[in-house]
């Protein structure tokens, strides 16, 4: 999965990167608020200190509100350069090496779980995996909080259209056609918020899971 043709030089080029996110965050009120979506849920829904995990991490952006908030914070991520960097940036970040499909940490140990614009990175197979590895590593009463794309209304489509064309893999869009809701349905989780954003390009959602079939 190559992606897009300014994919990999976003990822070589921090401010590349940066920017890119920088423009496509204006719709929700900018960088920090397109960062803190999921966390801002989770929160709410959890005690003060409560165990979160932020699967697919990468440099910590995420996790740093959860962190500000009092959470314990376990970041998950497979790239090691970027978890160095998560370190570096958030001290009191624990960070795990691993594949958000198979996660290398106990069942039951979070009371909550965030994945931030990282599953649409996934193929459909694998994608049910991160999902339902999630749903092994919260606790019965444990929330996940998702962001992630969605697709847009008439006037942001054209520029979701040429974002995923420049910036993303085939994964996208065919996450773009996936309900999530079921998805979650299907993968153990019961859906308890939901809420488009940025003129419908972003969906959040907030679930807890199922009991055991």
Do not use: K
Request: some cysteine.
């Amino acid at each position: 999965m190559a992606g897009g043709p300014l994919r990999r030089l976003a990822y070589r080029h921090r401010w590349l990167y940066d920017s890119v996110t920088a423009v496509s965050s204006l719709s929700v009120g900018g960088t920090a608020r397109l960062r803190r979506l999921a966390a801002d849920w989770l929160l709410a829904a959890l005690p003060p200190g409560a165990r979160v995990l932020d699967l697919c991490c990468g440099s910590g952006e995420a996790a740093a509100p959860l962190l500000a908030a009092g959470a314990q914070v376990t970041g998950l991520d497979i790239a090691p350069r970027a978890l160095e960097l998560a370190a570096r940036r958030h001290p009191r970040l624990t960070t795990v090496q691993g594949l958000a499909e198979n996660p290398p940490l106990p069942p039951g140990s979070f009371d909550g779980i965030q994945i931030s614009l990282a599953l649409h990175e996934f193929p459909a197979d694998e994608r049910r995996q991160v999902l339902r590895a999630a749903r092994r590593l919260v606790t019965p009463d444990g929330r996940l909080a998702l962001v992630d794309l969605h697709p847009a209304g008439p006037a942001l489509r054209l520029p979701q259209q040429l974002f995923c064309h420049l910036f993303e893999t085939e994964t996208a869009t065919a996450f773009l056609a996936l309900d999530l809701g079921d998805e979650l349905q299907r993968c153990g989780w019961h859906p308890l918020r939901h809420e488009l954003l940025a003129g419908g390009a972003l969906q959040r959602w907030l679930a807890e899971p199922l009991p055991p079939p």
